[in-house]
T-cell receptor, first 116, second 117 residues
Framework: AQKVTQAQTEISVVEKEDVTLDCVYE???????LFWYKQPPSGELVFLIR??????QNEISGRYSWNFQKSTSSFNFTITASQVVDSAVYFC?????????????FGKGTMLLVSP | AAGVIQSPRHLIKEKRETATLKCYPI?????VYWYQQGPGQDPQFLIS???????DKGSIPDRFSAQQFSDYHSELNMSSLELGDSALYFC????????????????FGSGTQLSVL
């Protein structure tokens, strides 16, 4: 079973639209980390956020915000007023105690296309 | 700020050849990780090292080996290359600060694009 599910394979929006990328995870552990990474066309993986399982407070960073809901095992990512530069593949990832929290299990990624 | 450095950026090899990928972690980071990302795929964990010892092992083929050196840089050695080894190989680093849930966020390098012809 997929531990991290990103059901949206590709999303297309027009600039200035808000967009939410969904992430649902599966774990039996009570302590774990969740991550979001951005992979632009140039290929590098850019760290966006890390959240531990005990911190359900939503976070906002500029145009980015994250909604962590343990009750639904979801960690969704919203981009407000999207821009063309936001076009990238976005990966949600999970780390668990069995690896000392050190290794990441990635979702399949969501490709976001923002057109002018 | 210094980031994770990977070299080479691109590498072209033929089947059955060998390849060595290098990774230089962020200064003061003691843990390195290797991930493989096939075309259109999500990154898959290969192997990790903490303080020069292998700390975890994922889906790394037996044809691959890796090590972490005294200066904390790491090398991924790949032998008998196959067409299916063509992928983007990422190295990541972090600093372990002790105790559960205390590892810092993982920073990735820009990756090495390996093409096997």
């Amino acid at each position: 079973a997929q531990k991290v599910t990103q059901a949206q394979t590709e999303i297309s929006v027009v600039e200035k639209e808000d967009v939410t990328l969904d992430c649902v995870y599966e774990t039996r552990d009570t302590t774990y980390y969740l991550f979001w990474y951005k992979q632009p066309p140039s290929g590098e993986l850019v760290f966006l956020i890390r959240r531990n399982s005990f911190d359900e407070q939503n976070e906002i960073s500029g145009r980015y915000s994250w909604n962590f809901q343990k009750s639904t095992s979801s960690f969704n990512f919203t981009i407000t007023a999207s821009q063309v530069v936001d076009s990238a593949v976005y990966f949600c990832a999970l780390s668990e105690p069995n690896s000392g929290y050190s290794t990441l299990t990635f979702g399949k990624g969501t490709m976001l296309l923002v057109s002018p | 700020a210094a980031g994770v450095i990977q070299s080479p950026r691109h590498l072209i090899k033929e089947k059955r050849e060998t390849a060595t990928l290098k990774c230089y972690p962020i200064p003061r980071h003691d843990t390195v990780y290797w991930y493989q990302q096939g075309p259109g795929q999500d990154p898959q964990f290969l192997i990790s090292f903490y303080e020069k010892m292998q700390s975890d092992k994922g889906s790394i083929p037996d044809r691959f080996s890796a090590q972490q050196f005294s200066d904390y840089h790491s090398e991924l050695n790949m032998s008998s290359l196959e067409l299916g080894d063509s992928a983007l190989y990422f190295c990541a680093s972090s600093r372990w600060t002790g105790g559960a849930m205390s590892n810092e966020k993982l920073f990735f390098g820009s990756g090495t694009q390996l093409s096997v012809l």
